[in-house]
């Protein structure tokens, strides 16, 4: 159980662009999801939390017009890279946390996805 | 705010042999979790371990253990009869404990740990 999916796996895009990446949890519910970006040989940066049926809360340095987030049931979120550019390649992996119980901290892992912008 | 130290961002272990992996964090919280994640080739976050704050006994998970200094921020990962399959970087994490809301995860920088056959 606890499974998260993410598609697409990979996706190269031409700059300017907009490009969406789904992050479905499969066999439970998520009231919470979070965006994270991932660096070459870094760790993890968290962008954003995605709160289902309501706005997204943005880090420091995020751009929200740049990266939309939208988070419209219980089992998806999805995330906008708007207009791409080359700099915005990286690797986005998102996370959900069970619904079940308020005092859950156990967070589920997408496998990720690798975007290339041209 | 809350930051997460590795200081080793290499290691290499022997098959078969027992490594430990440092991690120190900074917080004033007192309730929170620690997190050990380890992410292999594939990139696929996977849970190693975690240790509630409030208990005093280790985490324990087959050949993976914790030792949790909660006075001395300290929270390292001990790997016995290394695999293989342990060569992936880990990743310490860290996270308040709340009783609603978004609690996400502070991550340190990461040790890639290399299991030699």
């Known amino acids: 159980g606890a499974v998260v999916s993410q598609h697409p796996s990979r996706v190269i895009c031409k700059s300017g662009t907009s490009v969406k990446i789904e992050c479905r949890s499969l066999?439970?519910?998520?009231?919470?999801m979070f965006w994270y970006r991932q660096f070459p040989k870094q760790s993890l940066m968290l962008m954003a939390t995605s709160n289902e049926g309501s706005k997204a809360t943005y880090e420091q340095g995020v751009e929200k017009d740049k990266f939309l987030i939208n988070h419209a049931s219980l089992t998806l979120s999805t995330l906008t890279v708007t207009s791409a550019h080359p700099e915005d390649s990286s690797f986005y992996i998102c996370?959900?946390?069970?619904?079940?119980?308020?005092?859950?901290?156990?967070?589920?892992f997408g496998p990720g996805t690798r975007l290339t912008v041209t | 705010a809350q930051t997460v130290t590795q200081s080793q961002p290499e290691m290499s272990v022997q098959e078969a042999e027992t490594v430990t992996l440092s991690c120190t964090y900074d917080t004033s919280e007192n309730n929170y979790y620690l997190f050990w994640y380890k992410q292999p080739p594939s990139r696929q976050m996977i849970l190693v371990i975690r240790?509630?704050?409030?208990?005093?006994q280790n985490a324990t998970e087959n050949r993976f253990s914790v030792n949790f200094q909660k006075a001395a921020k300290s929270f390292s990962l001990k790997i016995s009869d290394s695999q293989l399959g342990d060569t992936a970087m880990y990743f310490c994490?860290?996270?308040?404990?709340?009783?609603?809301?978004?609690?996400?995860?502070?991550f340190g920088t990461g040790t890639r740990l290399t299991v030699i056959p």
């Open positions: 240790q509630e704050a409030y208990k005093q």
């Open positions: 066999d439970f519910q998520a009231t919470t």
């Open positions: 994490a860290f996270m308040k404990h709340a009783n609603t809301g978004a609690n996400n995860l502070f």
């Open positions: 996370s959900a946390r069970e619904t079940a119980t308020v005092f859950s901290y156990e967070q589920y």
